[in-house]
């Protein structure tokens, strides 16, 4: 067994026993690859992602269920993200099945890395660069994806007690017709420095709002938005300069189809907050985490009086039962492993 404290894992890297790496040349196919120890790669400095960040990845997690499996949660919606965002950022187009094998060899061979039923996933992290060396601005000859992988638990350290979020006009993470939409390793180099910013104020994350108008919300840092109004809920609709979160279109369909409430996909304004009686949001690392407050030009409103709404906690239970197999997985979104 390895020796690792289950009890306290947090949201950060454990090294494991293997990761897979495969290359692949400019207008070519994603076809070999395996297994290499886990440890560090070498690159040259002239590398394409390191100078201009030609690169893309991808977060899934698997997890042991309650009836003692390992599964891969929704892992056909990754590879297609990935298929996405690769092709945006002219790396060869990321083949799904070629993907959904590389991340099955990876979790059996580290298997034992999967922390035990109900206390943490194994995050997996597919990430693909430019690796080739040149200088001139273009995209790179030659490309590494590789895979690897570590026990998580929490995103945050406050567990899912509700978030304090500032919403920014200072800021925005993404340009209309940008690459908001995809999952490109820059658009988190810009988000870092708001994000400090915000954590020096004591706030968990940012909320950012659309770049051209700066009046609907759009989402979180590294988490898609919701709110739950009028007996319906609520999401930003994918205007191009949001991500389309898993866990968001898994938490639409959970509301719509396994507990019946209605969704709309839809512009949501700043005030719509005030009036609104839970709001939380989503993502593969931070599942279903509420929101208790939310700051805007220094006026902090209070939701739900900071604590975690019955919706939240139902669509949250639903996802995590659905991922622990103790309840039905009516839409095939688990791979045994
Ligand atoms: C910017 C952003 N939005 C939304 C999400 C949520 O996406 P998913 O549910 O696929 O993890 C993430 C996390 O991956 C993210 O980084």
Redo the contacts with the bound molecule.
């Keep these: 067994m390895v020796d690792i404290d289950w009890d306290n894992l947090g949201f950060d890297v454990t090294p494991t026993k293997s990761m897979f790496r495969a290359t692949c040349l400019e207008n070519s196919k994603w076809e070999h690859g395996g297994l290499i120890p886990f440890g560090n790669i070498e690159l040259s400095p002239a590398a394409n992602v390191l100078n201009y960040g030609q690169g893309a990845f991808e ?1 899934v997690k698997a997890f042991r269920t309650a009836k003692g499996n390992v599964v891969l949660f929704r892992v056909d ?2 590879a297609a ?1 990935m298929a996405f965002s690769t092709k945006r950022l002219c790396i060869p187009e990321m083949d799904t099945d070629f993907f959904i094998d590389a991340v099955t060899k990876v979790v059996k061979d580290n298997i034992e890395y999967v922390p035990p039923h109900g206390q943490g996933s194994l995050y997996i992290r597919p990430v693909v660069w430019g690796t080739s060396a040149g200088i001139g601005v273009k995209p790179a000859s030659e490309y590494t994806f590789m895979i690897f992988v570590t026990p998580v638990g929490p995103y945050f350290k406050k567990g899912i007690n509700p978030l304090s979020l500032k919403i920014t006009s200072q800021f925005h ?1 993404a340009a209309p017709k940008g690459i908001g939409n995809i ?1 490109a390793i820059g ?2 180099s810009a988000s870092l420095y708001p994000l400090t910013e915000a954590k020096k104020e004591g706030f968990d994350e940012v909320i950012y709002l659309d770049a051209a108008r700066e009046e609907i919300i759009e ?6 938005f919701f709110i739950f109004q009028d007996g319906k809920i609520k999401t930003p609709s994918l205007s191009g300069s ?2 389309g ?4 279109d898994s938490v639409c369909l959970v509301a719509r189809e396994i507990l019946g409430i209605s969704v709309e996909e839809t512009d949501i304004y700043i005030k719509d907050i005030e009036n609104s009686d839970e709001v939380f949001c ?4 931070v599942v279903v985490c509420p929101i208790g407050r939310v700051t805007f030009k220094g006026k902090t409103h209070v939701i739900n009086k900071n604590t975690m709404g019955p919706i939240t906690k139902k669509i949250r239970e639903t996802i995590l039962s659905i991922q622990n197999e103790e309840i039905k997985d009516t839409h095939n979104w688990l791979r045994h492993i």
Excluded: D, F, P
């Design positions: 977060g919606k990754n993200r993470r999952k658009n988190y989402e979180v840092g590294s988490a898609n949001i991500l979160g898993v866990t968001r989503t993502g593969t690392a």
